[in-house]
């Protein structure tokens, strides 16, 4: 595979990153709603033949199972189709480099920039984001390190289930003040 | 206090806790617990509105959701006036507010009920007779002066400042009604584990039980029983509680709307507290527990205020403490209005007499009446209330005919039987079926996942409602995947009845009252004021079927939907058919079931909510720097950078010279950006454009067009070739994600065989174009591992390597014909990058410009935009932009559409430029034109301005146009007529700057 962008928190860089939405967080009863630090993130599409050598790859075992994701030594690889993974990594190290160097069929690209990620946390997260998500988020049905890429009101996000009280909620970066808002506005009416 | 009708030791409200209330703006005293209704009955007021169509005066039908009378006016504040509430629904605050609606001057002198008066004028089928000459007069005349006349309520004038929260909601059994049918269902379904939602549209569960004094469960009163089944219910973490909640309306896969009235029943809802939270639920299996609504008798004037359900006055009763007046009479074809004469009679309200139409029924409550001293008139019809603002009597006579006898009275009380309350189960797409035996649709065949228990589903008496619901809700529960409730081991807690009413039966259609005259108001319809006799004459008149008879009279279609209404009106419909009524048919039942507010719906989505708006990594700067923006999809775009003391032309104006004589910086970053990667990424590029690309060279760029397959251009952009294996394509900022979901289309249908995958990658790069003869000045001195020299870096060519020390895919392209750069940076260093090549900018006297300079700019050029020089019908050819299609490729998407007939002839509209002859006037966008000015109108039209500016840089006005045959007509004077006169305009050739093309290297 072609070299795509390299890692981008560059410590060469002039200029500074300036992260959408960055430090905003809202507190209300029962939930917190903050936005998370900058990660690596990639999207990575390949066939079934190539999973074995990209989860080598990656030191993450990408999961088969729809509505799932797996974690491995800060790296998570979330199931978003047959074909179709985003791997985010939030303990600084470069997951494009790493399918770089698979030589097995694939695409990866880097989004890093794309996504930004947003924590709802507490007691009264399910109830927040069941605001504008239509999906069953009990345990039962979504269960922690489940996953799945769906709709919060008018945006398309990709929600993972960190803890049992705990979602992480990637959207695109334009989308960030929408979803926050919306967040921010559900998590006031979700205690009552 | 000064609550007349009150009675001690009646009802269930503590007589401590009183609230003050306005009605009309005189001052009442109510209980904390009535509802608006029950607090106006205790102080003996009954008229409290003027009905639709002929004003009369009406007063309170029911005590529930059913009301089709009793509609008022709630006034919080100057914006929160609320219309049309059911004063029977709204719970009482202190200090609550409430008007009458459709009168004037005063609710009990009504200008407008010289329309009673007037009624033989305003027969059914009134309007659909009367406003249809001369047609031009609906418009003018008759349409506002109808709605003007017909408004109920006032709508408040200023935004809604209250909030609407919305909540998705999964559970395996959801039950809709919570009197004792919902409770049992709830209580054997939660037994097992499985998540239940129960909802119910009272404050306080119950049901029936709230006015049902003889029923007896598990030892203790019905309404006492239900409390501690609901606080039971409430205890379980698998079950959630929602009252003041009505199901709306029930959809596709058990999907139900609910809405929760969270704060109207509070006097100062807290900020915090939505008004309105809309539940939107997915149940496994739906149980719908939604009980029967009392009918009223059909007879002459049985609108008059005082004359209610009998079930309504048992409510005001044994609820509320509140008697309906002190000398009652009842008019039944059911027995339980005698319950309520009895429990009347028992807390000292004279009963004047009960008529029943019934010649010999017999049964316990008969005899407890008899033994209560109440006289009892069998065979017996009332023919006629007398009163205006208030009942004062009834008139009563054999049903047969004879002698008449008028019975002074200040309250009737009715009962014509039962409805089971189907709504919810006709609007899951259930078929209901008529019972013959006891005349009433029940439900028939189900469509979905639910089960219809107790009075609904037409089932009598409390022991058996509560056997079958509790059956049903285990059932549902274990069907939803819960275990087994045990209740075959005899270890749930199934309720027991020791005591409970029944009844069942009644009478359909109109009594004998109901008169056949024409001056006779035997009211069917009470919200939509619709008589016995409207519903003959539609029938009279042609009208055969139910659905017809519905709309030409209007019965059932106020916000009532007809509860109480719809059964009488089918089978008055039916005997003056003389056809069965099941024959004549039930019509369909739809959402909501109750009104609900624009609010509920709304929810979260309004002001910053209403849609997501989309800005740039640059945005701030942009603002920071006075920028004007305009809307492009959901994106905010800098328009132009106004200076001080320059308007938009002037901005416009300097930022396109600027660019042209030094350079600009343009955000750029709206532009829809795919990856495309694989090894047959360039195969599949070749299907999707017109142009070649295997040839194309990793590091060299092309300009792409892209068709649909009927052969016109659908998308355009420049596609980039940063590998063998690897595409950056640019889409136009609004076709971005279609034409992702286009190329995505084809891959998985038509071309599942290439390996190679698509990845939006729109939002990753910010993108700064720099355009202009100092534009590699400005990037250079900030770029890393990038030859810049001509030679090595061409027009037409990308690398990828550093700026500012970030990664960077640095093309060099040009949408202004000038030298150009786009600069895409990983999106959170867009802000910073553009910063510093500002200042290097700034050495150079670059300018930042916006939208509308970058529109003038490339139309100098005669660079198209796609959807403003194309509209979905111009092929390449059309555009002028054959050479973008690859003469060797034997396929691509469109090729064949492109070859078709009417897409090769002549004559068709081809993009071309227009010069007006005086080079001031600036044709307008979508202006038509025409080859002779002096042919009659209408004119023969041949094509039209798709694009029109004025170019300081040319010192004039220029436009390019579709014209048909426009390329065999350069040199041709055109002419534009517009309002103000003709235009002249000369054809030439898109380009209107730099012709040779000369600059991109300047």
Aim: hydrophobic share 40%; net charge neutral; aromatic share 8%.
């Amino acid at each position: 595979m072609a070299k795509a962008a390299a890692k981008t928190n560059a410590a060469s860089a002039s200029v500074e990153r300036r992260p959408a939405l960055a430090g905003r967080a809202l507190s209300a009863p029962g939930v917190k709603v903050e936005i998370l630090p900058p990660a690596e993130r990639i999207s990575l599409r390949a066939p079934e033949a190539s999973l074995a050598a990209l989860s080598k790859g990656l030191g993450v075992t990408l999961p088969t199972k729809p509505k799932s994701s797996a974690t491995k030594g800060g790296r998570t690889a979330l199931w978003l189709g047959p074909d179709e993974w985003l791997i985010i990594d939030e303990s600084g190290n470069d997951p494009l480099a790493d399918c770089a160097k698979v030589s097995a069929l694939h695409s990866a690209v880097g989004i890093s920039h794309r996504n930004v990620a947003i924590s709802v946390n507490g007691p009264a997260a399910a109830v927040t984001v069941n605001s504008g998500c239509p999906q069953d988020l009990s345990l039962e049905a979504f269960p922690v390190e489940a996953a799945s890429r769906t709709i919060l009101g008018k945006s398309e996000i990709v929600l993972l289930r960190t803890a049992a009280d705990a979602f992480r909620v990637e959207c695109w970066r334009s989308f960030s003040d929408y979803v926050f808002t919306f967040l921010s506005e559900a998590a006031s009416d979700a205690a009552n | 206090m000064n609550a007349a009708f009150r009675i001690p030791g009646a009802g269930r409200l503590s007589q401590a806790k009183t609230a003050s209330f306005s009605f009309d703006d005189k001052s009442y005293t109510g209980i904390e617990g009535d509802t608006l209704a029950s607090a106006l009955l205790a102080n003996g007021v009954h008229l409290v509105g003027r009905s639709f169509k002929y004003h009369r005066p009406r007063g309170f039908l029911s005590a529930g959701a059913e009301e089709p009378n009793a509609l008022v006016q709630i006034v919080r504040d100057d914006a929160r006036k609320t219309p049309n509430v059911r004063a029977t629904v709204q719970e009482l605050y202190d200090g609550l507010t409430a008007n009458s609606q459709n009168r004037w001057p005063s609710l009990a002198f009504d200008v407008g009920a010289v329309n009673d008066i007037a009624s033989p004028l305003f027969s059914a089928g009134f309007y659909y007779k009367t406003f249809m000459w001369p047609k031009s007069a609906w418009k003018s005349l008759y349409e506002p002066k109808i709605r003007a006349a017909a408004g109920l309520g006032v709508s408040p004038d200023r935004p809604d400042p209250d909030h609407y929260a919305a909540r998705y909601a999964h559970c395996e059994v959801l039950v809709l009604g919570g009197g004792a049918a919902g409770i049992a269902a709830a209580l054997a379904a939660a037994e097992t584990g499985v998540r239940v939602i129960i909802a119910d549209e009272q404050a306080e569960f119950g049901g029936s039980l709230r006015f049902e004094s003889g029923a007896r469960i598990d030892g203790e009163n019905g309404f006492a029983w239900a409390q501690g089944a609901i606080a039971k219910l409430k205890a379980m973490d698998n079950v959630r509680v929602l009252p003041r909640t009505t199901a709306f309306g029930y959809y596709a896969q058990n999907f139900v709307g609910l809405v929760e009235r969270v704060s109207d029943h509070l006097k100062t809802p807290g900020r915090e507290l939505a008004r309105e939270r809309l539940w939107q639920v997915r149940a496994g299996r739906v149980v719908l527990a939604t009980g029967a609504i009392e009918r009223h008798m059909v007879f002459a004037d049985n609108d008059r205020p005082g004359i209610m359900l009998a079930s309504a006055a048992r409510t005001y009763l044994n609820h509320y403490g509140v008697a309906v007046g002190r000398n009652v009479g009842v008019y039944t074809a059911n027995d339980s209005a005698y319950a309520a004469a009895i429990d009347l009679k028992k807390a000292g309200v004279n009963i004047a007499a009960i008529v029943d139409l019934r010649d010999n029924p017999s049964g316990s409550v008969i005899d407890e009446a008899r033994g209560l001293g109440i006289e009892i008139n069998f065979g017996r019809a009332v023919v006629r209330a007398g009163g205006k603002l208030r009942v004062s009597s009834m008139t009563v006579q054999p049903k047969n005919g004879g002698g008449e006898r008028t019975v002074p009275v200040d309250a009737i009380l009715m009962s014509a039987g039962w409805t089971p309350s189907v709504h919810l189960f006709s609007q899951s797409r259930g078929k209901v079926a008529f019972n013959e035996e006891t005349r009433r649709f029940v439900p028939g065949t189900y469509a979905q996942d639910c089960v219809s228990v107790g009075a609904c589903n037409g089932t009598d008496g409390l022991d058996a409602t509560v056997e079958e619901a509790y059956a049903a809700g285990a059932k549902a529960a274990k069907d939803a995947g819960g275990k087994d409730s045990g209740i075959k081991a005899g270890k749930g807690t199934k309720p027991t009845v020791d005591a409970g009413e029944s009844w069942s039966r009644g009478m359909l259609g109109a009594a004998p009252g109901a008169g056949a005259g024409t001056t006779v108001k035997a009211f069917v319809d009470f919200q939509n004021d619709v008589t016995a006799k409207d519903i003959r004459q539609a029938v009279h008149e042609g009208m055969h079927s139910i659905e017809h008879v519905k709309r030409f009279t209007t019965n059932g279609m106020a916000t009532d939907q007809g509860k109480t209404s719809n059964m009488h009106g089918l089978a008055i419909a039916a005997e003056t058919l003389d056809k069965p009524i099941p024959q004549v048919g039930l019509t369909t039942f739809r959402a909501p079931y109750t009104p609900v507010t624009f609010g509920s719906i709304v929810g979260h989505a309004r002001g910053p909510l209403f849609d997501p708006t989309r800005r740039t990594a640059t945005h701030g700067w942009a603002a920071a720097q006075g920028a004007v923006f305009e809307d492009v999809g959901q994106w905010k775009r800098a328009w132009y950078f106004p200076k001080a003391g320059e308007d938009m032309h002037a901005a416009v104006n300097r930022e396109c010279v600027t660019v042209r004589k030094t350079a600009g910086l343009f955000d750029a970053s709206t532009l829809g950006k795919i990856e495309v990667v694989g090894p047959d990424a360039a195969k599949f590029m070749e299907l999707l454009y017109t142009n070649p690309w295997e040839k194309l060279e990793p590091g060299r760029c092309r300009y792409g067009i892209m068709l649909r397959e009927d052969g016109f251009i659908y998308d355009d952009g420049v596609v980039g070739r940063l590998a063998p294996d690897r595409f950056h394509v640019t889409t136009t900022t609004g076709g971005a994600p279609r034409v992702m979901h286009h190329m995505e289309d084809y891959l998985q249908t038509e071309f599942p065989h290439l390996n190679v995958w698509l990845t939006s990658i729109t939002e990753q790069w910010a993108v700064i174009a720099v355009q202009g003869p100092k534009s590699r000045e400005i990037i250079a001195p900030l770029v890393e591992g990038i030859d810049m020299s001509d030679e090595a870096l061409p027009h037409m060519s990308v690398r990828e390597g550093k700026i500012c020390g970030v990664p960077t895919r640095l093309f060099r392209m040009s949408f202004t014909g000038e030298r150009g750069f786009e600069v895409n940076v990983p999106a959170d260093y867009g802000e910073a990058v553009w910063e510093a090549l500002w200042a290097e900018g700034q050495k150079h006297g670059a300018t930042a410009y916006g939208t509308e300079s970058m529109h003038v700019l490339r139309a100098e050029k005669g660079y198209i935009i796609v959807g403003q020089d194309t509209d979905g019908t111009v092929t390449p050819n059309d555009a002028g932009l054959d050479w973008a299609v690859g003469k060797k490729k034997t396929d691509f998407v469109g090729i064949r559409g492109m070859a078709r007939a009417d897409l090769v002839a002549k004559g068709r509209k081809q993009l071309v430029g227009l010069k007006t002859k005086d080079a001031k006037v600036v044709l307008e966008e979508g202006a038509q034109i025409v080859e002779d000015p002096k042919q009659a109108i209408p004119m023969k039209m041949i094509g039209h301005v798709t694009s029109s500016y004025w170019s300081e840089n040319c010192g004039r006005s220029i436009a390019l146009a579709l014209v048909a045959g426009g390329r065999d007509k350069m040199g041709k004077t055109l002419y534009v007529p517009m309002p103000n006169g003709t235009i002249e305009v000369e054809v030439t050739g898109m380009v209107f700057v730099d012709e040779k093309g000369e600059r991109l290297n300047g």
